[in-house]
């Protein structure tokens, strides 16, 4: 074991059938391997991509794949490499706005930022951020005191 | 013509051409047994418990080379499978594996025998199936078939709701092109090339040979290249019977109960050509001082197999049959022929250190003793199968195996109660064969209500049994590592195997001389129901050569002398 760890992202194509989420996690739970992000969606009838992401040793990862690789529902599996793929990421978060400073501070970072209003009360606001993951942990640690619900989508990533 | 997903089931079988499965029917899957009492042509044998179905199943693949069809219902039938499959799984035993399951609309509402079987399954597959229509009935299970046999083998299990049973459909579709599309890997002439250099330019190759060369048939190819490069064949104990034991290049079984020829081999060894084996620890010893000298070349059919456990300098990553074969080729080109190299005297001096030093008449009986007595009297088609533990150690040791899937034992998982039902699925497979299961009195008990079996069905087998009152390989750890503290190991004097067996329909032998051995072991053998011999044996006797967990390959325990020795 090297003992060194590295952030990897996987794309996979899998076949849309119950339990394939099943079968794909239990390959890192049972290496106690914490999978950072996982997003799924269809791209074309009865096959979805699945984008994981999670650290782990180099050899660990070339093993996961491999088993992830002979899994009859899984039809490819391929690493991006993060220098050479675009990855992005939505969150959609709730900021508390208690008075017009506050609002104005909020409004000004958001729009900085490229963010987009979806939703706005006197004592909220709502708003989507798209980016790179670290461009929206970016944001939110900006505007941590303000920000008190987020919902992540986790990373989607195409390679170059 | 309308059909039902019960008649589907049936079918699907028949044109797999079984003729020979194994069950324990209740609510969930009686509709299918329904059919099946219409089906003669399959002959159908009833377990006693759903572990040794399946047992029964792996035990039929693995004597046929064909894939073990079990049958079971839902809930506590599925979950009692679950060992059976598991160890089949660890294996790379092909089975077709068939339970109950509740209606479609009460599963996950926790109905009566309703186990959560789908979610069960999966960790020990290489996949499995839940058709929620009738329609996807003869796909499904032909894909099972495939998927079982195709590539590294292993089991597929299909769950059959009760109503996709009982649906009917107006016409069937039975699929006769291959629908699991699955393309053998094979390596490129370049690197098998490579391979052919390196083995020509090694002073000590060795070739450890594992179960893969006897799943893909590849014994006459190994052989033939051994033979060609004058190098000496260890096996790992799946591998056992891959070449025969009185092949003059065959030094005999690496690894913990190892013979010593064949661990120093390994580490003497300046090149290891691996074949179909996926380096358990109990075959390596101490990873990072296995073949310490030697540069690695893995034949491999799985690739998650390669670089797991030992990082070859070279994968060929294909079927080894296909790969020994070019491999040899090859070779034969780039050289006119094998030279002798420089293992040929030391293989000669590491053969002297097989040597057992046993008292073979002592009483009570060496368990050695019984153990070689019965490979004196097998037949080369004839099959052993083991219990785990001491006796299964012993039996590597001492049995001599001349052909492969004559040798059937729980390698991967070390299941115990796995010899007696696995050796009724291999009479199955092979009614002509003598089928004798290794046993040990802890394993015995624990798969012993699968005797009846092969007495109702007429499937004699023998159950030669090691009985020293302990769990013996325990005891023998407790012995040698924690200061002879026998924490928990011993069963006690009060139960009386043989009459257990009787009680079942089967006959108990009581054996405590050395000198009765032989002619007991001769009555069972042509007895025509099965048997059961209670060998009296040494109860401290330790299975040597020992490795230590852990160690390298030659850090054998010393010898202690124990009665006998």
Redesign the interface.
């Known amino acids: 074991m090297s003992g060194d760890v590295d952030a990897f992202i996987l794309s996979l194509t899998v076949e849309d059938k119950p339990g394939v989420m099943e079968r794909i996690s239990r390959i890192f739970a049972r290496r106690s391997i914490n999978i950072d992000s996982i997003t799924v969606g269809r791209i074309s009838p009865g096959i979805s991509r699945i984008i994981l992401s999670f650290k782990t040793e180099l050899d660990e990862a070339k093993f996961v794949s491999s088993l992830l690789r002979k899994m009859f529902l899984v039809k490819s599996v391929d690493r991006l490499d993060p220098d050479n793929s675009v990855t992005r990421e939505l969150a959609i978060v709730k900021f508390k706005t208690p008075d017009r400073e506050a609002k104005l501070q909020v409004l000004k970072v958001l729009d900085e930022m490229g963010a987009r209003i979806l939703y706005t009360e006197l004592s909220y606001i709502i708003a989507e951020l798209t980016g790179s993951p670290s461009r929206i942990d970016e944001v939110l640690s900006k505007l941590s005191p303000y920000a008190f619900e987020f919902a992540r989508s986790g990373i989607a990533a195409i390679n170059l | 013509m309308k059909m039902k997903g019960t008649e589907i089931v049936v079918e699907s079988l028949k044109r797999h051409k079984v003729d020979v499965m194994f069950g324990l029917p209740g609510g969930a899957i009686m509709p299918v047994y329904d059919v099946l009492y219409d089906t003669p042509e399959i002959k159908h044998i009833l377990g006693r418990h759903e572990q040794g179905v399946a047992h029964m199943a792996d035990g039929y693949a693995r004597a046929s080379g064909k894939p073990g069809v079990l049958m079971v219902t839902s809930g506590p039938g599925a979950t009692n499978t679950i060992t059976g499959i598991a160890t089949a799984y660890m294996d790379s035993s092909p089975l077709v594996s068939f339970a109950g399951q509740v209606p479609t609309h009460l599963i996950g509402k926790d109905a009566f025998q309703e186990t959560d079987v789908?979610?069960l399954m999966?960790?020990i597959t290489?996949?499995n199936f839940?058709p929620k229509k009738t329609e996807e009935l003869p796909a499904t299970i032909k894909l099972a078939f495939e998927?079982a046999t195709k590539g590294r083998p292993g089991p597929v299990h299909i769950d059959l709701p009760r109503d996709v049973q009982l649906g009917e459909v107006s016409s069937v579709f039975y699929p006769t092109e291959d629908l699991?599309n699955y393309s053998l890997p094979e390596p490129s002439l370049e690197r098998i090339r490579q391979a052919a250099e390196m083995l020509l330019s090694a002073q000590y190759p060795v070739i450890l040979a594992g179960g893969g060369v006897i799943i893909s048939g590849a014994s006459t190819e190994l052989a033939a290249l051994a033979e060609f490069l004058w190098a000496p064949i260890v096996t790992t104990l799946m591998g056992k019977g891959c070449i025969p034991a009185d092949h003059p290049l065959y030094l005999g079984h690496v690894g913990m109960h190892g013979l010593k020829s064949a661990n120093y081999a390994i580490q003497e060894a300046d090149l290891v050509l691996a074949v179909g084996t996926r380096f358990s620890d109990r075959t390596t010893g101490k990873v990072s001082e296995f073949a310490p000298k030697a540069r690695i070349i893995h034949v491999e059919i799985?690739?998650?197999e390669?670089?797991?456990i030992i990082k070859p300098q070279l994968a060929l990553l294909g079927d080894a049959k296909r790969v020994l074969s070019r491999l040899l080729e090859v070779l034969q080109k780039l050289s006119k022929k094998g030279r002798k190299n420089a293992w040929s005297e030391r293989m000669n001096q590491l053969k002297q250190l097989d040597s057992f030093d046993i008292d073979w008449d002592a009483t009570p009986i060496r368990p050695e003793r019984v153990v070689k007595e019965i490979s004196d009297l097998l037949k080369k088609d004839d099959i052993v199968t083991t219990e785990v533990g001491q006796c299964q150690m012993f039996a590597t040791l001492y049995i001599k195996t001349y052909k492969p899937r004559r040798f059937i034992t729980s390698g991967g998982l070390g299941t115990m109660g796995f010899g007696l039902p696995a050796a009724i699925g291999a009479k199955a497979a092979s009614p002509d064969s003598v089928v004798v299961d290794v046993a040990g009195d802890g394993s015995y008990i624990m798969t012993c209500n699968s005797l009846p079996v092969s007495v109702e069905h007429r499937l004699p087998i023998v159950v030669a049994i090691l009985d020293n009152r302990y769990l013996g390989m325990v005891r023998q750890w407790q012995e040698l590592f924690m200061d002879k503290r026998y924490s928990h190991v011993y069963l006690g004097e009060r139960t009386d195997l043989t009459t257990v067996a009787e009680g079942f329909g089967a006959r108990g032998i009581v054996v405590t001389r050395p000198t009765e051995i032989r002619e007991a072991l001769q009555e069972a053998f042509k007895s025509d129901t099965s048997t059961v011999i209670d060998f009296m044996v040494e109860r401290e006797a330790n299975v040597f050569p020992m490795v230590p967990a852990g160690a390298a390959l030659t850090e054998f325990v010393e010898m202690k002398k124990t009665r006998g020795e």
């Open positions: 789908f979610s999966i960790p290489k996949m839940l998927i699991y799985d690739e998650s390669i670089g797991k």
